[in-house]
Each structure stands twice: as C-alpha cells, then as structure tokens.
C-alpha cells in the first residue's frame, strides 16, 4: 500500500540559510499534518491542511510557513533557520471520511543546523 | 495540564512474555480518539492502534489490544507474547473532536515509554 512520502530524508543546513520540506501524502487523504520531534521529544504539531486550505495552526515561528498544493502535496518552508530548528520533521496525512481519520506518518525529514 | 500522560519513561519485558504500557488521558469532550504508535530507533512514526471514545469494545491489533477504561480516563496498550523487534519507543496521542465540519484535528502525544526486549 502506498505510504506517505517525504522529502528530502536528510538535509544539512547552515544557520541563516532556509529549508523548504516536501510531504506527498497517502492518494485519497484529504489531509495533511506537519509535526516536529526534537531531540528525546514527543512530536509537537505545527500546522495542518484540509482539502488544500489552512485548518490548524500551533504558535510557531514567523519564519515557518507551509501551503498544500492542487495535487494535495504540501511543502514547508523555514527561513533564517536556527540552532534550535534541528529536529525530526514529520508529514502525515489521513482521510476525514472514516470515524478514525487515523493518521498515517511518513518516515520524516532529518534537519541539522550547523 | 498535561493531555496525554505516560508515566513509564522505560520498560523491560523478557520476550515471549506480556507487557502493558500505561496511558492516561485530559479531555472534556464526549468524542475522541486515542492512538497508539510505534517508533523504532530508526525513526518512523508506526501506526499501531486506534481505540474512539464510544467504541464499547477494546480495539485488538494482532498482538496489540488497548485496555480501555473510560471512567478512568485510560487507555492502555498491552502488548502480548513480546519480541526482540518491539524494543521502540511507544507513544500514546488522543484526537479530540472536530471544531467545525472540515476542520482537521492534529494528534497531541504522551511523552513516550522506551520498550526494550530482553533476550
């Protein structure tokens, strides 16, 4: 069955520099959920998509942005890129037709800020 | 308040054997979700389980099932006849309900419990 793709799986920066994260989520999902793990947490939601338009937003940095796209595929974006912005950054999608709308993680992102 | 509470940070269970990891849960809504997942040291976030806030049944997955004690507010996953390969970290997250029709609901998590499987 086909999963959740991201990309790129790993991804070295400099600080200052900006990194633009792309999430291709499971056809048919109409959702799509952005998260970020740092180090020794749990993942912490940061912003989500419903049928292509902005539903849900946590209080993160004006530097951190995100759209989805007509083909549902969403992207990322963070700019001025800090220290503190390495972490493991998830994508999941789910489809809101079933009572569960469990959400399906792909295998994440790898940022490091040197 | 803390929503999701794990209270385990690390567990041992000698393979073959049986293991329950504890969650308990804050929530005023009547309709929810609670999910439980894996993450190996590799890094991925696995899909274990899914128990709703009116099922009546315990959900079962296998080698997977959720204690699920509403009054109590917690929802435990047991795993059975444990295995080398389910040495990860567990983390329980609830869903609570939707605002607004089409509106998506992000997952909140626990703070995880490290499984190791002894030989």
């Known amino acids: 069955a086909a999963g959740v793709i991201q990309s790129p799986r790993h991804l070295i920066k400099e600080k200052r520099e900006t990194a633009t994260l792309k999430c291709y989520p499971i056809?048919?999902?109409?959702?799509v959920y952005w998260y970020q793990q740092g180090p020794g947490q749990d993942p912490q939601f940061l912003i989500s998509?419903?049928?292509?338009?902005?539903?849900d937003k946590e209080s993160i940095p004006d530097r951190f942005s995100a759209q989805q796209f007509s083909d549902y595929h969403s992207e990322l974006n963070m700019s001025s890129l800090e220290l503190g912005d390495s972490a493991l950054y998830f994508c999941?999608?789910?489809?809101?037709?079933?009572?569960?709308?469990?959400?399906?993680f792909g295998p994440g992102t790898r940022l490091l800020v040197l | 308040a803390q929503k999701i509470t794990q209270t385990q940070p690390g567990m041992f269970v000698q393979e073959k054997e049986a293991v329950t990891l504890d969650c308990t849960y804050d929530?005023?809504?009547?309709?929810?979700?609670l999910f439980w997942y894996k993450q190996p040291s590799s890094g991925e976030m696995i899909f274990l389980i899914y128990q709703g806030s009116y099922d009546e049944q315990n959900a079962t997955e296998g080698r997977y099932s959720l204690n699920f004690q509403k009054a109590r507010k917690s929802a435990n996953l047991v795993i059975s006849a444990s295995q080398l390969g389910d040495s990860a970290m567990y983390f329980c997250a609830m869903r609570e309900r939707r605002i607004s029709s089409g509106s998506a609901r992000q997952l909140t998590f626990g703070s995880g419990t490290q499984l190791t499987v002894l030989p």
């Open positions: 056809p048919r999902h109409d959702t």
């Open positions: 999941a999608s789910s489809f809101t037709g079933t009572s569960q709308e469990t959400q399906y």
């Open positions: 998509f419903y049928e292509k338009m902005q539903s």
């Open positions: 929530t005023s809504d009547q309709s929810y979700g």
